[in-house]
């Protein structure tokens, strides 16, 4: 199948698969003619991909658990051990989050938002690192 084919079955524009495709995460076979051509491995494989970016694996981790997914005598520890390095990423950035709205939202509830120029939000802003 082609690309707009592929990328339809993949739920992938055909950018990302010919990103992934530049990167060597796929590597579908050429017609005679130089046009792609994609088996239903390289849709799987695509299929694989679009779910794990979807759950924010980054482009390496997604290379990495390609390779174990492809691998028959992989070890289930060594996927394992990316998703909890991936979750615990996950939640220092939730945890980050969660800090910057609580600082916002009393900068918020500190500045009257009225007509005059004095203004806590940025007095806080210029005066000091938010904490």
């Not at 759950?55 to 997914?69: H, N, Q, T, V, Y």
């Amino acid at each position: 199948m082609n690309i707009g084919q592929a990328a339809a079955q993949a739920g992938l524009p055909a950018k990302t698969i010919r990103y992934y495709e530049d990167i060597g995460l796929v590597k579908p076979r050429r017609d005679a003619n130089g046009y792609r051509a994609f088996a239903e491995t390289d849709i799987h494989k695509l299929t694989f991909l679009a779910r794990a970016r979807a759950l924010g694996f980054s482009i390496e981790d997604c290379r990495d658990l390609l390779a174990l997914w492809e691998d028959t005598d992989r070890a289930s520890s060594d996927v394992r051990q990316i998703a909890k390095e991936h979750l615990q990423r996950i939640e220092t950035k939730i945890a980050d989050l969660q800090d910057m709205r609580d600082t916002l939202k009393d900068l918020v509830r500190d500045c009257a938002g009225d007509d005059r120029p004095d203004c806590p939000i940025l007095n806080r802003l210029g005066d000091q690192a938010l904490t």
